[in-house]
């Protein structure tokens, strides 16, 4: 089972803030990584598939990018609405694994 | 517009059965993987579940093999989760998703279900 490792569990910025999460993963998963946003009370969003495309209707302000084992999701100006938990996703090999989540609170 | 809308949770007592629903609305259904993912209070996601769009091919988590069975009727647009031999670890809520076509994510999630397994 392929393990993706999230760091940090937790990002406290202030809107307005770079955010920069990242997603390890413990073998190559090619580019098959995603990236989803999810709220409280709310199901997971999909906003970057193939490690760096985002997905319909996800702000510009979102970017994913690497391969292999090292993956980034970027948030260029952390906006309110962004304050989420996010959680990278492999589907390269089966059984497809969640990373454990990184918390994106406010300062 | 395109939905995905679970239901069959509740409270079970552990070792029974229960059987979840996923009805999908706004798209060719049977085009589609489906997956079902679950989420244990308080903590991430875990996949349990997909099966391919026509239903040949069904993959399992370790955690629920032998005791979880996924399928789906094109016919009826809806997928199931049949949940036999609960446990209390099983307690979580249950979405239904889809695949994007093409790629390895899953686009379109329910609002999800509630299971709670608990004497």
């Known amino acids: 089972e392929i393990v993706l490792t999230q760091s940090p569990a937790t990002l406290s910025l202030s809107p307005g803030e770079r955010a920069t999460l990242s997603c390890r993963a413990s073998q190559s998963v090619s580019s098959y990584l995603a990236w989803y946003q999810q709220k409280p009370g709310q199901a997971p969003r999909l906003l970057i598939y193939d490690a760096s495309n985002r997905a319909t209707g996800v702000p510009a302000r979102f970017s994913g990018s690497g391969s292999g084992t090292d993956f980034t999701l970027t948030i260029s100006s952390l906006e309110p609405e962004d304050f989420a938990v996010y959680y990278c996703?492999?589907?390269?090999?089966?059984?497809?694994?969640f990373g454990q989540g990184t918390k994106v609170e406010i300062k | 517009q395109v939905q995905l809308v679970e239901s069959g949770g509740g409270v079970v007592q552990p070792g029974r059965s229960l059987r979840l629903s996923c009805a999908a609305s706004?798209?060719?259904?049977?085009?589609?993987?489906m997956h079902w993912v679950r989420q244990a209070p308080g903590k991430g996601l875990e996949w349990v579940a997909a099966?391919?769009?026509?239903?040949?091919?069904?993959k399992y988590a370790d955690s629920v093999k032998g005791r979880f069975t996924i399928s789906r009727d094109n016919s009826k647009n809806t997928l199931y989760l049949q949940m036999n031999s609960l446990r209390a670890e099983d307690t979580a809520v249950y979405y239904c998703?889809?695949?994007?076509?093409?790629?390895?994510?899953?686009?379109?999630w329910g609002q999800g279900t509630t299971v709670t397994v608990s004497s």
């Open positions: 996703h492999q589907r390269s090999n089966w059984p497809q694994t």
């Open positions: 706004g798209f060719t259904f049977s085009s589609y993987g």
């Open positions: 099966i391919f769009y026509d239903g040949t091919n069904k």
């Open positions: 998703a889809r695949d994007l076509l093409g790629h390895y994510a899953m686009d379109v």
